[in-house]
């Protein structure tokens, strides 16, 4: 079983920054894939970003790549998602979570966060 704790999310005002942070109580080989995706109100889950924990690679999804950087300690089992020039639509319930399979689906993932909240607004 693996648990994974977010923090980081806060209320900030539109070109505003955030750091959110993902640790996660073990890393195996089945949950060695770690992402992060947010789910607005009304809306689908989407996928923000993913890390092979085991070599780094990584990838961010393209509506956000230009703002947002994913990176991780390996050495604290953690995940970062850097988060710039934020917009009110970034506002969402952001989550990590951890798999096996470098994918921005969310059904592919098998272990979750709890979330935590980005609230973009003036």
């Known amino acids: 079983q693996v648990q994974l704790l977010e923090s980081g999310g806060d209320s900030v005002r539109p070109g505003g920054s955030l750091r959110l942070s993902c640790t996660a109580s073990t890393i195996t080989e089945t949950t060695n894939i770690m992402g992060w995706f947010r789910q607005a109100p009304g809306k689908e889950r989407e996928g923000i970003a993913i890390?092979?924990?085991?070599?780094?690679?990584?990838a961010v999804a393209g509506t956000v790549a230009r703002r947002f950087t994913v990176s991780q300690d390996s050495a604290k089992n953690t995940l970062f998602l850097e988060m710039n020039s934020l917009r009110p639509d970034d506002t969402a319930m952001y989550y990590c979570?951890?798999?096996?399979?470098?994918?921005?689906?969310?059904?592919?993932?098998?272990?979750w966060g709890q979330g935590t909240q980005v609230t973009v607004s003036s």
């Open positions: 890390v092979r924990t085991d070599d780094g690679t990584k």
């Open positions: 979570a951890a798999g096996s399979r470098y994918t921005f689906r969310p059904g592919d993932f098998d272990y």
